[in-house]
Structures are given as C-alpha cells and as structure tokens.
C-alpha cells in the first residue's frame, strides 16, 4: 500500500512542463532542449505554409489560365467586329454614293421619275445598311466590355492570391504565438519502488552493534 501511495504521489505532483503548440501540431519531448524544439517549430510551420502556398497557387495558375484563354478568345472577337465595321462602314458609303450618282443621272437626263424612285430606293438602302452597322457596332460594344472586364478580373487575381498568402502568414504567426505548457505525468506503470520498512526507534536507542 506504501509504495501504490508513492507512486500516486509522483503522478498527481511531479509532473514536467514542455512546449506545445496546439495549432501545428507541435509537441516538445522530454528531452528536447528549447533549441532542438525551436527547430522543429520552424521545419514544421515551414511545410504547413509551402503546403497551403501550393495549393493556394495551383489554384491560382487554373484560374488564370482560364481567363487568359477567354481573353484571347474576347480578343479575337473585338478584332473581328473592328473588320466587319469598317466593312459595313465602307458598303454602306461607296453604295449610297453610287446610287445617289445613277439618281441624278436619271434626273439631268430628263427620266426625273426614274430619278426620284431611285433616290428613294437609295436612301431606304442606306437606312438599312446603317442599321446593320449600328447592331454591328452594338455587339462591338458588348464585346469590347465583355473583354475589358475579364482584363480587370485578371488583374485582380493577383491581388487576391497575394491577400490569401498575406491571410497564411497571419494565421501561422496566431498558431506560433499559441504556444502553451503542456503537462506530462509519469506513467505509474514505469515507477518502480524498492522494497523498505520504516521502525520506530525509542529516543537515545543506539545502532551501533560492540
């Protein structure tokens, strides 16, 4: 009974104190010196951050990509509008002059009612090729906004990947300054007691023996 009550003794008092960090993980062994334990704090919260920055960035570089890729294909568009425009642009004078030119022909040459209808039919032509390049120029227009939005959406994808790293860092440096004294007891199954006896001697009784 003597020794079971030694031994409850050095569980519940005689416990040691290491360093933990909760947050990585992180836990001191008994015979870890304060620098052996700082280096271990720095291997191990240097692999947590590279893990995260890793997937922080493939993520990234799959976004970008994408965006990169519509860009090209909104660039692509804008261009395409641009040449159409100016085609339509191009139609649309070279034929109202025409057939403004053959109108008045028709009128000085003494056929005036052949010349009115024809400067009728042209300025109906010209009506309608101008709203052709008007509906032209307003999908040229989407277009153009479509592709200065994604620019900005890209642009912005390095602000934002550079504040999530910003929000990493923070969020190590809290688990880092988290670290707290953990408490190891002996296990009572490694406390060994010797055997003893304890006598109660009268006060003056001698030991010595001749």
Do not use: C
């Not at 191990?44 to 920055?53: G, L, M, N, Y």
């Not at 890209?154 to 929000?167: F, G, N, R, V, Y």
């Not at 688990?175 to 007891?185: F, N, T």
């Amino acid at each position: 009974q003597l020794g079971q009550s030694i031994s409850d003794h050095i569980v519940a008092d005689h416990a040691l104190e290491v360093a933990e960090i909760p947050g990585l993980k992180i836990r001191a062994s008994v015979a870890d010196s304060a620098e052996e334990f700082a280096e271990r704090v720095n291997e191990v919260s240097a692999s947590w951050r590279k893990d995260r920055v890793e997937k922080l960035e493939a993520a990234h570089q799959t976004t970008v990509r994408k965006l990169e890729e519509s860009i090209s294909k909104a660039t692509e568009a804008v261009a395409r509008d641009q040449e159409k425009i100016a085609t339509y642009r191009s139609q649309e004078r070279v034929s109202t002059l025409s057939s403004i030119g053959s109108a008045v022909l028709s009128v000085l040459s003494g056929r005036k009612a052949s010349g009115v209808r024809k400067i009728g039919t042209t300025l109906r032509t010209a009506t309608n090729r101008r709203a052709i390049t008007q509906r032209a120029e307003v999908a040229a227009q989407k277009n153009q906004q479509s592709l200065e939005r994604l620019q900005q959406e890209l642009a912005s994808k390095s602000t934002e990947m550079s504040a999530a790293i910003a929000q990493l860092d923070e969020e190590l440096q809290r688990m880092l300054a988290g670290e707290v004294k953990s408490r190891i007891s002996a296990l009572k199954s490694n406390i060994r007691t010797e055997a003893f006896g304890v006598a109660w001697l009268p006060e003056g009784f001698s030991t010595n023996v001749g």
